[in-house]
């Protein structure tokens, strides 16, 4: 403020001069929004008029102003909501500083890389399974099949397929290397080397699994992304840490500066997280894989429920407020959090975690 004047300004990019397809800075409407928000009283509780909260006053009365703002994370998405393609939802999000679209994803990508042409070349790309056999290449590339990861030309040409992918679309920024669903991995002498068993030690039981696949998976996103930084070396790709390979192992591996590792703790679904011992192992969870790159991401669904229809589902104060300080110390990248579908039943859950993904 410089007497009865207000000066909002911000970090803009210029229309149609981003680097990247999507990765825009709104400097000056986001401070926009926080000087309504923070000044004015204004709210946006949920999208469209009926969520508007805006006072009526003859005058708005403010002491001296000198706010600076700028994100916790860089890049933060507010996924499953009801309507997300929809005008009033992507204005809502808007708002509240969160990207209306998915700028970052690293979700499961088995099914893209490498094509099918390349993996009935070479069948021996697909994994082992208990019986001797090889899992035979599938017609359907979207049935949550995985590969041999510690085979050398498997990962050669999964990263030639990822580079490729980049090479034909200079706009994008990023890729995913995350493997499918599922817990068929392969049993061949090599990937089972890479097995850690259950020895109740740092990470107890690996959540009941008994054993864990995390060594195996680093490196196959490591030798991934070792290659296609070498032909694009100005691009991220990333990989979920999940599942049956979400604990660190033991030794520190050098994580690639290129890789990004999604923290998407499956175990935490649905407030699990209140359970005293499951709160515990996430203190430590993420000062560990600090241990291993700055560059963090998280997937979180720690508050999510599948449902639709109900009561109105409850914030999770409590779990909200064990996730994002740490979030806040080892995520600096990108936070994509679930919220709740239907805007009647977790309206107020997604307009709290809107909030926290800026601040």
């Known amino acids: 403020s410089r007497g009865r004047d207000i000066f909002i300004a911000g970090n803009d990019t210029p229309d149609g001069k981003e ?7 709104r400097g000056t409407y986001f ?10 009283g204004v709210r946006w509780l949920m999208p469209g008029e009926l969520g508007e909260d805006v006072p009526t006053a003859n005058q708005i009365t403010f002491g001296n102003l000198d706010i600076t703002g700028k994100p916790t994370f860089r890049f933060r998405a507010l996924a499953y909501v009801q309507g997300r393609n929809v005008p009033e ?12 679209w998915y700028y970052l994803s690293f979700g499961h990508s088995f099914d893209n890389h490498p094509s099918r042409e390349v993996l009935l070349q070479h069948p021996e790309y697909m994994p082992l399974l208990e019986d001797g056999t090889r899992q035979p290449v599938p017609e359907n590339m979207k049935l949550n099949h995985k590969y041999c990861l510690t085979n050398p030309d498997l990962i050669h040409a999964f990263g030639e397929s990822v580079a490729d992918l980049l090479s034909r679309n200079p706009e994008r920024y990023h890729a995913s290397l995350s493997l499918s669903d599922g817990m068929r991995f392969c049993k061949c002498e090599r990937c089972e080397k890479h ?5 109740r030690g740092h990470w107890g039981s690996f959540a009941e699994r008994g054993w864990s696949m995390t060594s195996a998976v680093l490196k196959f996103y490591n030798g991934v992304a070792r290659l296609v930084g070498q032909k694009h070396p100005d691009r991220i790709v990333g990989g979920l840490v999940y599942n049956a390979y979400t604990y660190p192992p033991d030794e520190i591996t050098r994580v690639e500066k290129n890789l990004v590792l999604d923290v998407a703790v499956l175990d935490h679904y649905g407030f699990k997280l209140y ?15 600090s241990k291993f790159t700055g560059n963090l991401a998280v997937t979180d669904y720690s508050t999510w429920m599948r449902d639709w229809y109900g009561l109105p589902v409850p914030p999770g104060r409590e779990i909200l407020k064990l996730t994002f300080p740490a979030y806040e110390k080892y995520v600096p990248l990108f936070v994509n959090y679930t919220g709740h579908a239907a805007w009647g039943v977790g309206a107020l859950h997604n307009y709290m975690v809107a909030r926290l993904l800026w601040e």
């Open 19 to 25: 680097k990247w397809n999507w990765h825009v800075s």
């Open 31 to 40: 401070g926009a929004c926080s000087f309504l928000q923070r000044v004015a």
């Open 89 to 100: 939802v992507m204005q809502w999000k808007r708002r509240h500083k969160v990207n209306e």
């Open 195 to 199: 097995v850690t068993r259950d020895d």
């Open 275 to 289: 359970k005293p011992d499951r709160a515990a192992e996430f203190r430590r969870l993420f000062p560990a894989w």
